[in-house]
């Protein structure tokens, strides 16, 4: 009985040392900073759920983001704003329910919501699932220019 404890235990103290790594990262992304690089494994798995030219698994880091974030985050001119509803932790699963909202670069608004479940290991996100409204990805994609580099 005493190493069911245990374990129910070290679960519940990884679920909070994990929801406190998302939460932490998530409060930096909000603040300008870049949640990817210090949230993500480079050996990540990343699924973005549903239909649409996006929608598939990445398989690191630099896939997804040049292959997925880079192509709507280029047709911004202000920096996607996270506004987190809920974060839900349980052993090395991380769920976070936010919405997301940027002005595109014809100066229309952009506003998405979010669910990504997160897998972690040693404080990095390993695997990942993205919900989203893919038409309003597509639609930011489709008719705005990317940013002058």
Do not use: K
Request: glycine letters at 6%.
């Amino acid at each position: 009985m005493a190493s069911v404890a245990q374990a129910q235990a070290n679960q519940s103290e990884t679920a909070a040392q994990n929801e406190a790594v998302v939460r932490q990262a998530f409060e930096s992304w909000a603040a300008g900073g870049n949640v990817f690089d210090a949230l993500l494994a480079p050996d990540i798995r990343w699924t973005i759920h549903g239909s649409g030219p996006v929608a598939g698994t990445y398989e690191s880091r630099q896939s997804f983001v040049e292959e997925a974030s880079q192509p709507l985050v280029s047709r911004l001119t202000t920096p996607i704003m996270p506004e987190v509803h809920a974060i839900w932790a349980v052993g090395e699963t991380v769920i976070v329910r936010f919405d997301g909202s940027a002005t595109t670069t014809s100066g229309a608004p952009y506003e998405n919501r979010f669910v990504w479940i997160f897998q972690l290991e040693d404080g990095l996100v390993v695997e990942a699932e993205a919900f989203l409204d893919l038409v309003a990805y597509q639609e930011v994609v489709e008719n705005n220019e990317p940013v002058a580099e």
